[in-house]
């Protein structure tokens, strides 16, 4: 699930706080159009409660998202904003105002 902050570091980016529930994953990565869908860049840490947990920091715009759950592509769950990719399949997408 993607959370935006209104607390921003910079003029021109704010935190933007991604979060996946997957308490038996061995390896989460949060990969976007921000990251050029780079499999590795973006690993996430998981807390004690099961879920896995990255912030970033992201400039004004519309972006889109996946998760990769133990190599396995996944959309975003808690967020139901979604838009078809080339691939046939949808990606999840987040605003940054």
């Not at 529930?21 to 990251?35: C, E, K, P, T």
């Not at 998981?46 to 190599?71: H, N, S």
């Amino acid at each position: 699930m993607a959370l935006k902050t209104k607390k921003k570091e910079s003029p021109q980016k704010c935190r933007v706080n991604f979060s996946y529930s997957a308490q038996d994953a061995g390896a989460v990565f949060l990969v976007g159009d921000f990251n050029q869908w780079n499999e590795s860049s973006h690993p996430m840490k998981k807390d004690g409660t099961g879920v896995w947990k990255k912030t970033v920091m992201l400039a004004p715009g519309v972006y889109e998202y996946k998760f990769v759950v133990d190599g396995q592509w996944q959309n975003d769950p808690g967020n139901q904003d979604c838009c078809e990719n080339t691939f046939g399949t949808t990606n999840s997408r987040i605003r940054v105002d």
